[in-house]
């Protein structure tokens, strides 16, 4: 069966460093890739979208990698700030034969540190 | 904020009862989702409608059922309610007969928990 998988220990880094989550996945070919941001309490907030056929986006001090020969992806935060921490989801869709639907890892917690 | 409301914020309700939650999307979003979150995992994705019609259903039993209107609101409705249901209950509107490829922008969540 399909499967997503991110790192299930939090993440602890120092301010100024840069953060780098890893979302794997298994039996699936995404056509498209998707990562969230999730604070305490709140719905998760769209960060970044990467297609099957791209290596790399950036937006601001974000950026996303998608290697599918791999069946990986890459989260690097730079810079890191303590108004990072929060968890982050990594989501993908297939190709509609797959069905329409957004398949979701179970997330990373990142803590940021002053 | 992403101009998606829910409600109400928080349920409490007893095995064998019937719940319905409601959302508002974001104004010309046309595809809404409806997702449940259990603690400490990523939400799992239950349906998508578009134009009203449903048009891609998660692993979850016939008693989740859904209904989307006009006016951009939608609502989800749970039947015999089990422990297992209680759970935080997203929904998240986009663009698109095929939103799943879109950005979702989500709503705070629905809290239910079933006793």
């Known amino acids: 069966s399909q499967k997503i998988e991110q790192n299930s220990e939090a993440l602890n880094i120092q301010e100024g460093k840069t953060a780098t989550l890893t979302c794997n996945y298994t039996?699936?070919?995404?056509?498209?890739l998707q990562w969230y941001r999730q604070d305490p309490g709140r719905g998760p907030v769209f960060l970044l979208l990467?297609?099957?056929?791209?290596k790399e986006k950036r937006k601001e001090r974000l950026k996303v990698t998608f290697d599918t020969t791999l069946k990986q992806s890459l989260f690097h935060i730079t810079a890191s700030q303590p108004a990072d921490s929060a968890t982050y989801l990594c989501a993908l869709v297939g190709r509609l034969s797959y069905g329409n639907k957004l398949v979701f890892g179970a997330g990373t917690i990142l803590r940021v540190k002053s | 904020e992403t101009g998606v409301t829910q409600s109400p914020t928080h349920l409490i309700k007893t095995r064998g009862q019937q719940v319905t939650l409601r959302c508002s999307s974001q104004?010309?979003?046309?595809?809404v989702s409806w997702y449940q979150q259990a603690l400490g995992q990523g939400p799992q994705f239950i349906f998508q409608y578009y134009r009203e019609e449903e048009n891609g259903r998660g692993n979850f039993p016939p008693r989740f059922s859904g209904l989307q209107f006009p006016n951009y609101s939608s609502e989800l409705n749970v039947n015999a309610l089990e422990l297992d249901d209680s759970a935080l209950y997203l929904c998240?509107?986009?663009?698109?007969?095929?939103?799943?490829?879109?950005?979702?922008?989500f709503g705070p969540g629905t809290r239910l928990t079933v006793l």
């Open positions: 998240a509107s986009s663009l698109g007969e095929y939103g799943s490829y879109n950005e979702q922008f």
């Open positions: 104004s010309g979003h046309n595809t």
């Open positions: 990467i297609r099957e056929n791209e």
């Open positions: 039996n699936y070919s995404p056509a498209y």
